[in-house]
Each structure stands twice: as structure tokens, then as C-alpha cells.
């Protein structure tokens, strides 16, 4: 066999490391197929020469790729491309077109996977969806930790549905913003995120539509498009998805409504009171069932949001999801889900037997702190700080944006959608500023057709970093657009 | 509409309250879409009746179907179907035949979802693949809840693959197994059974044919044929999986190896190292992938397993999965599979997508404890005293079953394998059982053919209630087959 023919080049303006920048394109290539194993790999000599780097940083590179596996060095012989099944089993995957069928999951859009990993290391972090750590009630875990020292007799599953007392207090939460129900309605699980993949996995008919507002955090992701259903995006107004604009179901096809209507991911959008009941009688009319994302329910800012959607719902047409990630911690994974004891039966189930069940630790120390009194305490102190970070993250824009940049004060969330002139090439800015240290979010990750938008986060970093990162990209639009 | 036509009747001989028979034939008829939404049910004076029951008993179990949504009760007209349209959508899922193509998730088998349901009530687990709770190690957790109640600045999302702390912890540990690997090549799952979850949403082909040892965990679930698989049992001896008896897979289709080399369950058989050699160079030979589930890696008595099929790869065609849940705590939720880096990061890309990672409160506790010096105390004890129970358990069994019931002594693990003289009725068994709050796991639960095995754990209940638990049986054994 010939060498493999290479014409790439490591990007040395890039802040990440040449010989990772080696590393991770031999990756794509094996796992692309585009290298198929046992594929001979040029010398040493021909590949500095190609990637224009030395010896000794071309091998850091080659090294960690014999450390992992992926290539294979026979002395005498030169190095070959790893003849690992499970590499050659996973290059037919990535090639997703042909895999469309069998429902196996598509890989996350290059933008996020950037973001995944480089959210970890050193950098200015407009994107990242998370409470800020400063904003972190050490005193209330300190106090279930102590508890739970004192008491754990053992650490075991748990019920399949979830710890009870937990499913209790969680019930007594929902109460306050008008639901109603009962700890045998309510699911734990690691996350409200991984309630939409078992509603996807466990309830979503074959080719069924599902519309959702247009953008939306849910294209983002593949949970729903990776089980055999179409993503319909919905225009939204300022009250809402502008669900008379959908093209309704055809006769004996599914439909499902995902809805994101406080604080929608990405634009910030709260669905008006009257809009969530035309939309649920209109839902109701045809027969559709509907998801509500319910992740920003309690993050509101002067004033609380309309009544979730599940509070009106007099049929068990509406399947909740509510996350303890925006309000307190995302690294408990604890989300629920409130449906018909049918649907929570059938959610159970399945979810038996993808991984029995959250993490008992994080479901006691959570039943704790909720049912402590000073929760409400922190909560309402967290919004207050919060509250006061989008207004300073606001002036910021202001003050440096004004010229070319626009968006809606918002009234909950931890985001600012902010449309850019069209002279800014999104794509090209964020290609910069991650080179710079400065991650946002591209809005076309959301949305169903380009746009010129970015979402930037002002609950993470503090108003001092906020404004260094904004800083940073005004400098480079200036420079570049 | 005619109103339903019912010829049930609840069995007053079970535990189970009548009403909640009641309430669980409603929803075995609606989610079976048996019961069409709609559908009048008879009046409340034909169906005490029908069930002979008394009027309270028949309003405490519809009380509760109005409650939880199932039916709808309107003056006047009685009460019928309720019209939601996740219930109807439910009803055709149950239907698992028309959905199959869909790659849907299977519902569990009747005798799992019992056991699931019963596991929490108080009645003898001779069920249950968990630490006993008076083995659990309080002091060694309260050592590392001082520490996080002290340290801990935030409770975010973790790095995509697991906190590194814990994968160096991990690391370290399967060095003692002989597994010589880095932080890089571990993934950090909610528990093992998500690893395989995402094993089989990521890198199962279509139609690939999953060869396992017959009988297996994984026959018990669904987590692999819901992915569109067929699992193929190849039958065991006293050294393990017998290879030379599968059929090799057909040129140009896929097959993957998925074994439990060590204290299989339900079989507790140890595959000796020889057979290791062999099924490692036959798998390699026939381009086989193999999936090792070392879930019970640690828990030996008197001996130290062979090396672990991972430590003899040279060519990364294993991928190793390993777990807390036998050796510590299954309520942590935490496990760790081990493989080539384009593995680990096709794996890390997919559970970003479906749950975030798991519990950062779960994986810091952990860190910290396998970090602890004690906790190779612990294990050392953990192990003496399993060991010791699984010599009493077999005392015990040996006066009472001696007449009907053979077994081979296990070396390690949590379960007795037990073949029931022919005469007995294991189903029946099984039922007259779960009446009398006793539970086992029955054979066939984990065959490709009908068996006369139980499965008996007596890692969970203490020895003297296992006696007890035993006592039952031999009396339901001796009064009825
Ligand atoms: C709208 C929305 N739903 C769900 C989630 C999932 O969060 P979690 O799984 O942490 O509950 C997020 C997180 O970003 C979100 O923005
Ligand atoms: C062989 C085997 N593998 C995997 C598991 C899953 O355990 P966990 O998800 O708690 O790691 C079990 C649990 O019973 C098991 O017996």
C-alpha cells in the first residue's frame, strides 16, 4: 500500500498546541475512514517537512498516538494506521448518512464540541450556561454533607422512580408555581436533559414531527433528531412561539410540541399567559402532545414568570421537565419530570434499563437543601445577584456595541441574544476569539438557517471578566469586519 | 359507546392490597391500548361486582386513577378513558412488534419490572446484586464530606469525560489489575450499565450480531437489543465461554463480543487465563470487537482473578468496563470504561448529548475516597466478610435444599446459581414467593431457552435473615411441587 497523501498544515496562530493540532487531525482522519487501518504513514522526515514543524514536536505527536492506540510503529516497517475493530467499526459510524437508519447517534456539531472542550481550560467563558461559582452556597451543602456524614447507612439504588423524599419536596416546589401533584407523578434523573432522551427514546413514534420554537436550545443537540423524527422549527413574536404559523400535522402522522416557554434558550423569549393557553388549546385541537422545558423557571429576574403550562393542563396533554442546574448546581444532575403515572411508568422503566437510576448522593444532599429554609433565602438573593449581572453585562454592551450590535433587555436566564451587523461574519468571529481565549455561543447552532446572531452568557464569569471577554471581541470586529 | 367489558377479579390471596390490584389492572388495560381514551367504564355498582369487592375498597382505587389523569369522571355521564394523548401515543408502544424498526426501547420483562417494584418494600432480597448496608463504610464517607463540606467552591458540569481526579484515581487502581492505562483512555459513566447504553447507541452497526455467554446479564435487559442487535448465547464450561461453539458471523456482517469474563452473572463462572488467550486470539482472528464487563472485578474471596482481557490487549480491540457498585456503593452511580482514544471520544460526544456526565458530587466523593489509604482496608474486609456469607449461605442451603437443589461453589461475586430439582414450577415458584415477600431472581430471566435455575444473592440480606428467606422456599417447595 502507498503512504498516505497529506496536503494539511498545523495553524500556528492558533492558540491551542501544534503537536496537539497534529494529534487531533490524525484523529479525524482515522476515525473519519478517510484512513483505513493498516494504512502506511509517511516518515518522519516527509511528515515535518509537510506540516513545517521539527523533528521533536512531530514526535510528542506520533508518541501520543502510539500511547493511544491509533497508530501502531513496527520497527523496520514504519508506523501503520491501528487495525483496532473498534476504530474501524466507529470510522463507519462517523460517516452518518449511512448509519441514518438504524438510529444510532449523530456526533455533536463541530462549534459545540469546541466548546465542550475548551470550556474546561482557561478562558473568558460567554458561553457557558451555568450558575456563576462565586454564586455556589457552600453553607447549605456544608450543612447536608455534615448530616449525611452523620446518617448515611448505606448508599444504594435507590427507588426506581427516585429517593421519595426527594420526589416529595420537589412536588412541594412545583406547588408554588401552580402544579399540583403528587411524588408518584414526578421521575428523577440525571438532568433534565436526560429526561428528553428518555421521552425520545421511550415515547416518540417513528418519523413523527416535533416543533419546536425556532431557535431552540433542542437543535443544539442531536436527542431528538437521533430517533427518527423531523425537528419542525416555529417563528416566535415577542409573546411566544407563533404556533399559527406551523403547518399542521398531516392525518395520521405524529406530532409533538417541545416548548421552551420561560426564558427560552437561546432568546431569552418568556411565552405570554395568554399565548401558553392558545397554545394549549390549540395543541389539544390536534392532538399533540407537548414537551415544556421548564429549565429557567426559577431564575426570573424582578417578577415571576406566567404559570408553567403543566399548571393549565386539565388533560395530561403537557410533560414537564424541570433542572436543579440553573438555580443551584448542574453538577448534581438531578432533573424530574412530571407526566400522567402511565408515561412516568413508562420513563421508569426504560430508564431502568439504561442506568438504574441517579445518583443516590446527589438526590439525598438535594432533598436536604430544598428542604431546608434557607433555600428560599439563597434563591432569592441568587436572582438578585443574577439580576443585577445582566444589567451590568448590558451597560457593557453599550458602552463598546452600540454601533453594530442590538438586542431585547431580558427578564430572566443567563443570556443576551445579540444580533450582530450583517458585515460580521459570526462563523470567522468565533474562529478568532477562541484563538483569543474567548468562548460564545454562534446562533446558528439553535437556529434552522444561518442568522447573525451570537448568545452570550453573563451568569458564569463575573462583571469584571464579562467585560474583558467583550473587550476582546470588540477589538476583533474592529480589526477584522 | 358500550361501556368496557371487564372478566377480571383481583386475588385476595396476594400481599398486594386489592385496590392497588385494581389500579394496576386499569393501567395494564389503558397503556396496553386495550382500553381506547373515550371508552365509558361501567357504572360503580357493576363493577363492585364484577371485582367482589366493597364500594370503599372500589372509590379508594378510582380516587386514584382520577388523580394520576387515567380516567376522567364527569357528573352526570360516569366515567370514562381520560383523552391525553401521551397514554394514546403509550398504547402503540406497548405494541413493541409494530415499533421495532423504530429502534424503541423495550419494556423489562413482568418478572423484572415485579422485582424492580418489590426490591423496596420490606421483604426478604434474595434478589438483590448489592453491598449489604451494614458493610457500608460510614467513616471512610464522612472523611470525604468533611473534606467537600470544607473545599468545595462550586458544583458545575465536569470536563466532557469525568473529573480527571477521579479518572487518575481509576488509573491507578486498574494498574493493580494489570490494566496499564492513562486518565485519556477512561470515560467516567453514570454506572456501567449507561457505558454499555452508549456502547450500543454509538458504535452498535445495524443488525450486528452480539455474542455473549449463555446465560448473561444482559439477556435481562434491553439495552442491547433495543439497538436493533441480536443477541447470539454461546454456552459456558466450568472455564468459561466456550468459543469454538458459536457460529462465526457471516462474511461482511458485524459481530461484537460481549462477555463477563469474571464471576459472570448469574453463573458466577471465572474464565480461566488460558481461555482468556484464546477468546483474545479468536476475536482477533474473526476481527471481532470485544466489550469486557468487569463488574465484579473486586469482589474475590479467597484468590485474586486472572488478569482482566483488557491487560492482554495489545491491539485496543477490548473495551473494559469497570464499576463502584459491587465493591462500594451502587448509589454513587459511578463506572468507568476504558478503550482507545477515538472510542473514548465518540463515547464522551454521545453522553454530552444525552445526560451532561455524572454527578460531579458522586465522582469528587469517590476521588476522595479511593485516594484514602483506607480504602484498601476496607476492601480487604469487604471482601473476608462477603466471602464468609457465601460459606454460610451454602450451609445453609446444603440443610435445607440437599434433595432438590445442586450448585458450584463460587470464588468470588454475589450469587449462588442454583438448579431446581425437574418437578419444580419455577415461575410458580416464583409467584407463591413474591406473596410471601420472599424474592429470587428466576434462571430464565437471563437464558435464551427456559432453564430450572434460580439465581440467590446472598450479599445483601444477612445471613440470618437469607436462612429465613430459605425456610420460606423449602416450605412453598415441599406444600406444592
Ligand atoms: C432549555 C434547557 N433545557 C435543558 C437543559 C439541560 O440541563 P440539565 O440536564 O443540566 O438539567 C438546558 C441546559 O443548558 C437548557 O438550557
Ligand atoms: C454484570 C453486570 N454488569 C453491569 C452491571 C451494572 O451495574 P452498575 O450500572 O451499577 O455499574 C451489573 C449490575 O447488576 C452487573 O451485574
Known sequence: MNALHIDWQPDKTLALPVYQQITDYFQRAIASGDWPMGAKIPSQRKLAAQFGVNRSTLITALDELVAVGLITSTPGSGMTV????????????????????????????????????????????????EPAPDQFPRALFQKA??????????????????????????ARHLAKVGIHTSADNILITSGSLQALQLVSMSLFPKDAT???????YVKSLHVFQSAHTHLAGVPMDNQGMAYWQLTPPAKDSHAIMYTI?????????????????????YAQDHRIPILEDAAYQDVWFDQQPPQPLKALDETGNVIYFGSISKSLAPGLRIGWTVATKPV???????RMQTDYGASSLSQLVLAKILADPEYDTYQAHFREVLSHKAEAAQVILHRYWDDFATWDAPQGGF????????????????????????LFNPGSIYDFQPNQYIRLSFSYESTERFEQGIRILTSLIKENF
Open 82 to 129: 491501528s487495525g483496532n475493530h473498534w476504530s474501524s467499526l466507529l470510522a463507519e459510524h462517523v460517516n452518518w448518512a449511512q448509519y441514518v437508519q438504524a438510529g444510532q447517534f449523530k456526533p455533536n456539531s463541530h462549534a459545540i464540541q469546541k466548546i465542550n472542550q475548551f470550556e474546561t481550560d482557561d478562558v473568558i467563558r460567554l458561553s457557558t450556561g
Open 145 to 170: 454533607f455534615d448530616h449525611l456524614g452523620q446518617n448515611l447507612t448505606s448508599l444504594n439504588y435507590t427507588e426506581p422512580a427516585g429517593i421519595l423524599a426527594l420526589r416529595q419536596q420537589i
Open 210 to 216: 416535533i416543533y419546536t420554537e425556532a431557535p431552540t
Open 261 to 281: 416557554p420561560t426564558f427560552n434558550n437561546p432568546t431569552g423569549i418568556v411565552m405570554s399567559a395568554e399565548r401558553r393557553q392558545q397554545v394549549l388549546a
Open 344 to 350: 412516568i411508568d413508562r420513563l421508569t422503566d426504560v
Open 415 to 438: 443570556y443576551l441574544w445579540v444580533r450582530l451587523a450583517d458585515r460580521i461574519n459570526i462563523q470567522k468571529l468565533f474562529d478568532l476569539a477562541t484563538a483569543q481565549n474567548v
